[in-house]
C-alpha cells in the first residue's frame, strides 16, 4: 500500500450501510488473506459495527469494490471514546496506489466530524510497506507490542508465524500528524523533525523470508519482539520509519 512509484487510480470511497455491500467485504477478505471460513469477520457483525458509533467504509474502481475498512467504536480507562481500525485490505492489483492511504485518511474524516482524537489498529511489524504508510505517511506512533495477538492463523500472508503486532496510535488532530500529512517530517509533539535515539531493523526481503525459511523468519520475530518490548518498557515510541535496500528500521525516541 506503500513504497515504490504510487500509481493514483480513480476510486471513490464510500461509507457502507448495506448488507449486500457488505458481502462484497466478506469476498474481499477471502480474496486478499485467503482465510477459512471460521476467521472471517460475518456480514452481521459489520451491519452491528455501522449501527452503533463505528464505520464501514469500501473503496471502489467503477462498480467493483476493491479495498475495505471498518473500526469499531472503544472507550479508554479513563473514559475517553477512541476509534479501533479492526481490518483494512486492498486487492493485489490495486497496492501501490494510494488507496489504503485513502481508506486511512477517510476514517480521519469521520471521527474529527464526531470529535474523536484517536484511532487505533494494528499491525504486522514485518510488513514493512504498512509500517512506512503507517508511520512516514500517516504519522502513527507506537507504544505498545502484543506477542501472537490473534494466535496462529490460516491466512498464508501470515507464513504460519504468531500473529505478533505493533499498535498504531494515530492522534488524528495533533502537530505531528498535520506536519505530516503536510508533508513535512514531524516530531510527535511539536510537528518539527523527529530526533531518533534507537532503532529496530528487520531485512527488506522479510516478506520472502517469511515465505521461504520459516524458522529464520520465526528468529527475527523473536529477536525483534525483545527489543520492542524492551523499549517500550523504557518510554520510547516509534516515531519513525526508514528504508534502504538491506533493511527497514524502525526508529524510536523518549515518549514522556
Known amino acids: 500500500m506503500a513504497g515504490g512509484q504510487a500509481q493514483v487510480v480513480p476510486v471513490e470511497i464510500r461509507q457502507l450501510f448495506r448488507l449486500d455491500e457488505f458481502e462484497d467485504v466478506l469476498t474481499l477478505q477471502k480474496a486478499i488473506w485467503s482465510y477459512a471460513d471460521s476467521e472471517l469477520i460475518p456480514m452481521r457483525f459489520l451491519a452491528v459495527v455501522a449501527k452503533v458509533g463505528g464505520h464501514v467504509f469500501g473503496a471502489y474502481d467503477g462498480p467493483r469494490m476493491i479495498g475495505f475498512c471498518f473500526a469499531i467504536p472503544g472507550i479508554k480507562p479513563d473514559g475517553r471514546p477512541y ?42 511489524p514485518l510488513e514493512l510497506k504498512n509500517a512506512f504508510l503507517n508511520i512516514e505517511k500517516l504519522g502513527a506512533i507506537v507504544r505498545v507490542y502484543q506477542e501472537n495477538q490473534y494466535g496462529t492463523t490460516t491466512s498464508p500472508l501470515h507464513g504460519g508465524l504468531p500473529t505478533d503486532r505493533c499498535t498504531a496510535e494515530w492522534w488524528i488532530d495533533s502537530p505531528r500528524v498535520h506536519a505530516i500529512l503536510g508533508g513535512q517530517a514531524a516530531d510527535p509533539k511539536t510537528g518539527q523533525e523527529a530526533c531518533p535515539t534507537a532503532r529496530i531493523a528487520y531485512p527488506a526481503d522479510i516478506e520472502v523470508i517469511r515465505r521461504q525459511d520459516t524458522a529464520r523468519a520465526r528468529a527475527i520475530q523473536q529477536t ?22 538491506a533493511e527497514g528500521a524502525y526508529l524510536l525516541e523518549p515518549w514522556l
Open 224 to 245: 525483534n519482539a525483545r527489543l520492542f518490548l524492551d523499549a517500550f518498557s523504557r518510554g520510547l515510541a516509534v516515531t519513525g520509519f526508514r528504508r534502504t535496500e
Open 83 to 124: 476509534l479501533h481500525s479492526h481490518m483494512l485490505g486492498v486487492l493485489p492489483t490495486h497496492r501501490n496506489a494510494q488507496v489504503g492511504r485513502r481508506l486511512k485518511l477517510r476514517q480521519r474524516d469521520d471521527a474529527m466530524a464526531r470529535g474523536i482524537a484517536l484511532i487505533e489498529w494494528t499491525f504486522d
